[in-house]
């Protein structure tokens, strides 16, 4: 629908995407917000015998058909919204140079590196960035929406997020806005509908054609419906509404995440369980609080004291409470990860790739995007690279090089501040028997001090020292170390780094080119 002032508009648009003015209506009439419902004529029943004669089989027979007829088409309306399947179309963001293109299965580059910024493939779109602007290309690279946006999303069922002067709105696959382009906050469709906030702070649902409802007494929403249920706040507490926008479990909850496999996780008294979709309690409270605690190909994640395993729907563990931190299942793979990083397990909990990316998503289609060494890398479910990362060396090797100069920058640093003394003292070291490692860096001006056990480092210690006459001391506070004494440290002629820590006696380290673990570090406690 094009309007007046020269903006094509999808046909079933309400509100032009360019000016932003009302289509198809009269100025001053309202919009309505939803279609008034069609309903059958009510019948009339008497109460005693009728004077009318009996109704025919036929009649009864065909009365009977229309109230089925009825009856399914208020279910497909009111359908519950599945979780969403994504569909890449077999098609990786690649970096090169700093421009993104696009690779397939095989690590074939078919769309050159050209873009910006994308969000990947969705729906046979791929949002990115030219320039300052948003747009959408096809799976050929050519340009299927011109870049007009300040941001773009990916499409989810035929409908793709976009904003536009601090202003939010819908988009069709031509580009063309859904309904009012005027929301302050917006999130993607989920089935036949999308939470929204007006301009005037309401929160609402918009529907596939761009018609609004408006939620009465919702003070925050989720991101979207599963189950045909979506997580909402009212009064501080959080329960479910339905499409029609009326509580199907009302607010009751500190917080609460979506429904999947007919649970969804809610916190109560600051521990998390798991309600049936009549809200009922199915897995009682007990788990961490987790922003990913929803459940995804059968199971969930959960953490007790800082770890994380896994359960299944009926809330047996199914993966111990061990990892530092974990991803979700797909493709029937997890990422996880432990003090070497981060690696994947199956559904019996068996790690299958070996822990030691630093950073890892989950598998789409066979695929997942790992990050390692400083390199962008695409994972099969054997653990194979598809591209190798690291031709003509190896993951080890380049590690050691990035140690190698991130330790040199340090020295450099230490130098330039009238600190080259520190040189002798700055890398990694380890005990006679390789039970500890310790780390001794130049950061932000200030001499850092990092322990930790090698064998089963879940966390470390962290704190400061100062240097004085060949000798770094630490400080802080006396009572968080042992027998509250500061531990010093003091390189010996032959190269040997020496320990003495109160009681502890001297110790001798020794250069290790092992690394420090991706674990967390904490102040020092002192427990004797």
């Known amino acids: 629908m094009k309007c007046k002032c020269g903006f094509e508009n999808a046909a079933d648009a309400r509100f032009c995407g360019g000016c932003r003015a009302a289509l198809g209506n009269l100025p001053g009439n309202p919009i309505p917000n939803a279609a008034a419902p069609v309903t059958a004529p009510p019948v009339a029943v008497g109460g005693g015998r009728s004077g009318s004669s009996p109704l025919s089989r036929v009649r009864m027979a065909m009365i009977a058909v229309a ?33 993104y293109g696009f690779m397939d299965r095989s690590g074939k580059t078919v ?73 302050l906050w917006a999130t993607e469709f989920s089935g036949d509908f999308a939470p929204v906030q007006t301009a005037d702070r309401v929160f609402a649902l918009v529907d596939r054609s761009g018609k609004v409802v408006l939620l009465e007494k919702v003070e925050q929403l989720s991101y979207g419906f599963t189950g045909g249920l979506i997580p909402a706040a009212s009064g501080g507490k959080w329960g479910f509404i339905r499409t029609t926008g009326k509580w199907a479990i009302d607010p009751q909850f500190e917080s609460a995440g979506n429904f999947a496999d007919g649970l969804a996780p809610v916190k109560v008294g600051g ?19 987790d922003w990913n605690s929803e459940f995804y190909d059968g199971y969930a994640r959960f ?76 994972l099969t479910k054997t653990g194979a690279f598809v591209v190798d990362p690291f031709p003509g060396t190896t993951i080890a090797k380049e590690r050691a090089r990035l140690a190698a100069e991130a330790l040199q920058a340090q020295i450099d640093a230490a130098a330039a501040a009238g600190a080259s003394y520190l040189k002798e003292f700055l890398g990694t070291w380890t005990d006679r028997d390789n039970r500890s490692l310790l780390e001794l860096s130049y950061v932000d001006r200030r001499i850092r001090i990092r322990e930790c056990s090698v064998a089963d480092a879940t966390e470390g210690v962290e704190y400061f020292g100062r240097y004085s006459d060949g000798t770094i001391t630490a400080i802080g506070n006396a009572r968080d170390f042992y027998k509250f004494q500061f531990p010093e440290f003091k390189v010996l002629p032959t190269g040997e780094l020496l320990i003495t820590c109160g009681a502890c006696g001297p110790d001798g380290f020794k250069r290790t080119t092992k690394q420090m673990p991706n674990i967390p570090f904490k102040r020092p406690v002192n427990r004797d």
Do not use: C
């Open 271 to 289: 521990r998390t369980g798991y309600i049936d979709e009549k809200g009922k309690f199915v897995i009682n409270p007990q788990y961490d609080p």
């Open 111 to 183: 769309i050159a590196p050209q873009f910006d910024l994308t969000s990947g493939f969705s729906e046979g779109l791929a949002s990115v960035r030219i320039g300052p602007k948003w747009g959408y290309i096809n799976t050929k690279g050519v340009v299927a929406i011109t870049p007009q946006f300040d941001a773009s999303l990916p499409f989810l069922y035929g409908r793709a997020r976009v904003e536009l002067g601090n202003r939010w709105g819908y988009i069709d696959k031509d580009g063309k806005y859904i309904g009012s382009p005027t929301f």
């Open 303 to 378: 953490g007790i004291s800082g770890k994380f395993g896994f359960i299944d729907t009926k809330g047996h563990v199914v993966v111990d409470a061990k990892f530092l931190d974990a991803g979700r299942f797909t493709d029937g793979l997890a990422a996880v990860k432990t003090a070497d990083g981060w690696g994947f397990i199956d559904r019996t909990g068996k790690m299958v790739i070996n822990p030691q990316f630093d950073s890892a998503w989950m598998f789409e289609n066979g695929l997942a995007h790992v990050w390692i060494a400083g390199k962008d890398a695409y």
């Open 67 to 99: 109230v089925v007829a009825a009856a399914a088409g208020y279910w497909w309306m009111n359908r519950p919204a599945e979780r969403y399947k994504p569909d890449n179309s077999g098609l990786y963001p690649i970096i090169v140079n700093g421009k």
